[in-house]
């Protein structure tokens, strides 16, 4: 994943804006999930919270490949 998005004149690579998105959608679903009470069917909270955070990178890097924007 080679590119990077000029900001006021400042390159910042791509994975890091869609790290950044990755991780505000992960506070979003933990706060569903703690609020619809389904940590109680896992053992392991921060694995599972770790593992939702790489699922929506690894989606929103794949959805921005297909979309054919710069990366």
């Known amino acids: 994943m080679i590119g990077e998005i000029a900001i006021g004149g400042v390159f910042i690579p791509t994975l890091l804006l869609l790290g950044f998105a990755a991780m505000l959608l992960t506070a979003g679903a933990v706060r569903m999930v703690s609020l619809l009470g389904l940590y109680r069917f896992v053992?392991?909270?921060?694995?599972?919270?770790?593992?939702?955070?790489?699922?929506?990178?690894?989606?929103?890097?794949?959805?921005?490949?297909?979309?054919?924007?710069?990366?």
Do not use: E, K, S
Request: glycine share 6%.
């Open 43 to 71: 053992a392991y909270r921060a694995l599972v919270d770790l593992a939702l955070f790489i699922l929506l990178l690894g989606l929103l890097v794949w959805t921005v490949d297909r979309l054919g924007m710069p990366l």
